[in-house]
T-cell receptor
Framework: GAGVSQSPRYKVAKRGQDVALRCDPI?????LFWYQQALGQGPEFLTY????????KSGLPSDRFFAERPEGSVSTLKIQRTQQEDSAVYLC?????????????FGPGTRLTVL | GNSVTQMEGPVTLSEEAFLTINCTYT??????LFWYVQYPGEGLQLLLK?????DKGSNKGFEATYRKETTSFHLEKGSVQVSDSAVYFC????????????FGAGTRLAVHP
């Protein structure tokens, strides 16, 4: 079956531009996570959705970052007025539920480069 | 705070050598522990997990035991193959935390024939 997909795979933005990154989770997965992975580092949590409800956005680094999942399926991570420090790989993951220990399935990521 | 510390890489081994990648954690409560692997050009995938103390996770010849007394979850494999070359991430999740993962920095493994 289809896994988690993300688009675009690569995005180059000029500083100050707005970008939108899309995640298509596995069908039927209730939980959706966004992570940010800087070069040479492990992923860091950004935000969590249970269906359409954003239950945890404690990892969003600034108010320039905004995420939504309006129908409880596809999610979009939007970054306004991009800065060079936003350059990273953005990973989306989904799981059947949000219980502790449940496996998360990761997408291939979107590599964002801000010039 | 909650965190995961992994041994720094790269780790370079010859085929059929024994592998250990150390992982220790700091966490409030009783976390679940995971090893994820990222093969070249691919996304992160779960390798193994353990959800309580003394549990052993295993998959594809890899093993890790949840050691509460030493707050560790070291990854081992008895005989590595070239195809095991990848980046390995240790991670934890906390009860009541929606299962969000806290990752270590990753350890790159290179296996030579």
């Amino acid at each position: 079956g289809a896994g988690v997909s993300q688009s675009p795979r690569y995005k180059v933005a000029k500083r100050g531009q707005d970008v939108a990154l899309r995640c298509d989770p596995i069908s039927g997965h209730v939980s959706l996570f966004w992570y940010q992975q800087a070069l040479g580092q492990g992923p860091e949590f950004l935000t969590y959705f249970q269906n359409e409800a954003q239950l945890d956005k404690s990892g969003l680094p600034s108010d320039r970052f905004f995420a939504e999942r309006p129908e409880g399926s596809v999610s979009t991570l939007k970054i306004q007025r991009t800065q060079q420090e936003d350059s990273a790989v953005y990973l989306c993951a989904s799981s059947l539920e949000g219980g502790q220990g449940i496996e998360q399935f990761f997408g291939p990521g979107t590599r964002l480069t801000v010039l | 705070g909650n965190s995961v510390t992994q041994m720094e890489g790269p780790v370079t081994l010859s085929e059929e050598a024994f592998l250990t990648i150390n992982c220790t954690y700091t966490a409030t409560g009783y976390p679940s522990l995971f090893w994820y692997v990222q093969y070249p050009g691919e996304g992160l995938q779960l390798l193994l997990k353990a959800t309580k103390a003394d549990d052993k996770g295993s998959n594809k010849g890899f093993e890790a035991t949840y050691r509460k007394e030493t707050t560790s979850f070291h990854l081992e494999k008895g005989s590595v193959q070239v195809s095991d070359s990848a980046v390995y991430f240790c991670a934890l999740s906390l009860r009541g935390g929606y299962n969000k993962l806290i990752f270590g920095a990753g350890t790159r493994l290179a296996v030579h024939p």
